[in-house]
């Protein structure tokens, strides 16, 4: 797979907007979430309304309309990802948040195996197996351990999973996924605008010690601009890719920003092997990735290594985590 346009503006896309959200939750702490997300789900409204009466977008309103009560589930299920995944990230350093992401495709390959009465392989099983695996030695390896911040990613995860399972499994709504999209920023608004006031973050909110900088509210701005962008490049490239190879990019594009956080890290006085790890992707019919991990030679050098190719397996990853990674 050869990286072209939307698919370079894809990556820049993911790694900006989690960087800026990242500047946002940690460094200045602005630790309001149904605050920070009624906002992005706000202008993602806002900006998809726009596209779709100017013809940018095809969105049908009949369909809307119709899936209006149905999709209420869905659009919970999305309130509640990107809360949690709010709550991890202002705690859990980038590449830590990504790589306990990646647990959700076990619900998701679960999930639907058990709905469609589908058998699944033991090497299948294995390769999925690896990923709550990672997510314990990662949690029990980790110094700087934040209980709070590992409960989060896995609700995130949970939520993530669930979403993806419902909405495969829900395909006679016959909703486009920007329309899907478009209800989940509805309802989310409506939603996390009851939440902030039930939980007092309008109150904290105003006394945030950074509300009238330019910083914070430039980067508020960036950050909401940034993941409707995101979502409308996300639905522009799999348009042009299949299943499999749009996991191989959002692989691909996560190791990418772990690499990029961690090449900036400006501490990283203490390692931790999170892996040396030879990497055979297998194809799953309903998934998409399967892992196959060979623990092997954890005596590694202190440094980051490069991807390099592999004549017994696709890829041939080696990564190093720092145990003290600065945002």
């Not at 939750?25 to 009466?53: E, R």
């Not at 999209?181 to 605008?193: A, D």
Request: net charge positive; proline share 3%.
């Amino acid at each position: 797979m050869w990286f072209k346009g939307p698919e370079l503006g894809f990556c820049f896309l993911f790694i900006a907007s989690c960087f800026t959200n990242k500047y946002v939750l940690s460094q200045l702490k602005f630790t309001y979430p149904t605050i920070f997300q009624g906002w992005q789900t706000l202008v993602g409204s806002l900006l998809l309304l726009t596209a779709w009466k100017l013809g940018r977008v095809e969105i049908r309103k009949n369909a809307l309309w119709s899936a209006k009560v149905s999709w209420i589930p869905g659009a919970l299920l999305f309130v509640g990802n990107i809360y949690a995944g709010s709550r991890a990230l202002s705690k859990l350093p980038i590449p830590f948040f990504l790589l306990l992401q990646n647990t959700s495709e076990v619900i998701v390959t679960t999930c639907l195996k058990i709905a469609r009465k589908e058998k699944l392989s033991w090497l299948k099983f294995l390769g999925m197996f690896m990923f709550p695996l990672s997510a314990v030695i990662l949690a029990y390896n980790d110094s700087q351990f934040d209980p709070g911040g590992y409960i989060w990613a896995m609700i995130h995860s949970l939520c993530v999973g669930i979403y993806k399972v419902f909405q495969k499994l829900t395909k006679s709504y016959s909703l486009t996924e920007l329309e899907e999209q478009f209800l989940n920023y509805l309802y989310s608004v409506l939603t996390l605008i009851l939440l902030a006031q039930l939980s007092g973050d309008v109150y904290g909110a105003l006394e945030f010690p950074f509300l009238n900088a330019y910083r914070f509210r430039s980067s508020c701005c960036a950050s909401a601009i940034l993941g409707v962008s995101l979502k409308l490049a996300s639905v522009n490239v799999k348009s042009n890719l299949s299943s499999e190879q749009y996991g191989t990019l959002r692989l691909v594009t996560k190791y990418a920003t772990i690499l990029h956080k961690l090449r900036k890290a400006k501490k990283m006085s203490s390692y931790c092997v999170v892996g040396r790890v030879p990497v055979s992707l297998k194809l799953l019919h309903s998934s998409g990735l399967a892992w196959k991990r060979n623990m092997s030679g954890m005596n590694a050098p202190q440094e980051i290594r490069h991807v390099q190719k592999d004549p017994h397996t696709n890829f041939h990853i080696e990564i190093i985590l720092s145990r003290y990674i600065t945002v």
